[in-house]
């Protein structure tokens, strides 16, 4: 019932931005926390940021804090995660994912989430 539809990765070069989108069906993005995760090879899914429901308020990962940020579309049910500045090191398969339950807290840990796109690959080249 619950699907995530991720779009907008692809090839950019160092310093250049892009903006994946997570079209949501079946949760409210503005009821429920969304996150942005990724995963480069051989690593564990990382925490990127992530929106909580109510009141649209946003945590970043250090790592690209100032360089990212998150927005949605109510309309839509879609939320965004915008990317510029962009380093080789973001180089990963990008997920989005709903966070368990509507509670206004924001979770770094992917055991915390129960639904998730089926990912977008983002290629910086230096």
């Known amino acids: 019932q619950v699907q995530l539809v991720e779009s907008g990765g692809g090839l950019v070069q160092a310093g250049g931005s892009l903006r994946l989108s997570c079209a949501v069906s079946g949760r409210t993005v503005s009821r429920n926390t969304m996150g942005w995760f990724r995963q480069a090879p051989g690593k564990e899914r990382e925490f990127v940021g992530a929106?909580?429901?109510?009141?649209?308020?946003?945590t970043y990962a250090n790592s690209v804090k100032g360089r990212f940020t998150i927005s949605r579309d109510n309309a839509k049910n879609t939320v965004y995660l915008q990317m510029n500045s962009l380093k080789p090191e973001d180089t990963a398969v990008y997920y989005c994912?709903?966070?368990?339950?509507?509670?206004?807290?924001?979770?770094?840990?992917?055991?915390?989430?129960?639904?998730w796109g089926q990912g977008t690959q983002v290629t910086v080249s230096s």
């Open positions: 929106m909580t429901g109510s009141g649209g308020r946003s």
């Open positions: 994912a709903v966070q368990r339950g509507t509670k206004l807290t924001i979770s770094t840990a992917t055991y915390d989430y129960d639904y």
